[in-house]
């Protein structure tokens, strides 16, 4: 499949106006949830509270609806493979609105493209932050067909202006790559989440075990030196397989379940261990 995947990204936002046009006469699109103005959309990312607003990014094929449009893996079984007869192709970008009141949404221009000439295809799921410096950051995983969710993600950030309306890839991405694991290949290392607790930074990344359908808890916890949320890591601390209820991940922390299971192990949170210090 022969793809202009630059054209895709330069189109993108006139092709979100032009089909919400067509979305909004749908009798049966939902209106008390929120919704993207159209196409399809997929996990929302990034919520963060900054300067009076709710801000929320989404998943999202700027040029598709159909069934599986902005799944990564581009084909049901899971894997990156252009050949597949089922391959779906397109990019995917991060949806943009913004609340008062987490009721009443305002739909932003598109936030975060990927940088189609690194080879970036897909903006994958992740989180905002604000730097030490006062940056806005968008740190999420990339996908492209040299960073497969199967075993070659890398995770990448964005830097956003004060007001969150516009954004720009790092310079130096990626922020982390393959050889944080040294020469054990990583299914699905995905979805960062970055937090500070006690004057450091930590990351949290999920990933799948070898041989296993259900993702590990929370592996690894990653502390990163100041100044930044990214900057140097140290080893990776390893947290235990599912299922592991209130499991230590690192001192001070621990999970009380397990984010991606099925019920009844589903649902886990990490939070801070009963009579923890700091970390």
């Not at 990204?9 to 106006?17: D, F, K, N, P, V």
């Not at 998943?59 to 391959?87: F, Q």
């Not at 950030?157 to 969150?164: E, V």
């Not at 999920?206 to 916890?221: F, H, I, T, V």
Request: charged share 20%; glycine share 10%; aromatic share 10%.
């Amino acid at each position: 499949m022969s793809e202009d995947l630059q054209k895709l990204a330069e189109t993108a936002e006139s092709a979100i106006l032009a089909a919400a046009a067509i979305a909004e006469r749908d009798a049966g699109r939902p209106l008390y949830h929120f919704r993207a103005p159209a196409q399809w959309m997929d996990d929302p990312n990034g919520i963060i509270f900054h300067e009076g607003m709710y801000h929320m990014m989404y998943s999202l094929n700027p040029h598709s609806a159909e069934h599986r449009a902005g799944m990564v893996y581009k084909t049901a079984v899971r894997v990156w493979d252009m050949h597949s007869k089922d391959w779906t192709g397109g990019i995917t970008v991060w949806g943009h609105a913004r609340s008062k009141d987490l009721v009443h949404w305002e739909h932003l221009p598109i936030a975060v493209y990927p940088s189609i000439g690194k080879g970036e295809h897909f903006v994958w799921f992740g989180c905002t932050v604000i730097n030490d410096e006062g940056v806005p950051m968008a740190i999420y995983t990339a996908i492209g067909p040299e960073m497969r969710p199967e075993d070659s993600a890398e995770q990448w950030a964005a830097l956003g202006s004060p007001d969150l309306m516009t954004w720009r890839p790092l310079p130096s991405n990626p922020l982390l790559t393959g050889s944080a694991h040294g020469a054990t290949v990583i299914g699905e290392w995905r979805d960062p989440f970055v937090f500070k607790e006690a004057g450091r930074t930590f990351m949290v990344l999920g990933d799948a075990a070898a041989g296993n359908r259900w993702w590990r808890c929370m592996k690894p916890l990653i502390p990163v030196s100041p100044p930044g949320p990214i900057a140097a890591l140290s080893s990776p601390i390893p947290a235990p397989p599912c299922p592991a209820p209130n499991a230590p991940i690192s001192s001070g922390w621990e999970t009380n379940g397990c984010c991606w299971c099925p019920p009844p192990r589903g649902g886990g949170v990490l939070r801070r261990r009963a009579g923890s210090g700091t970390v």
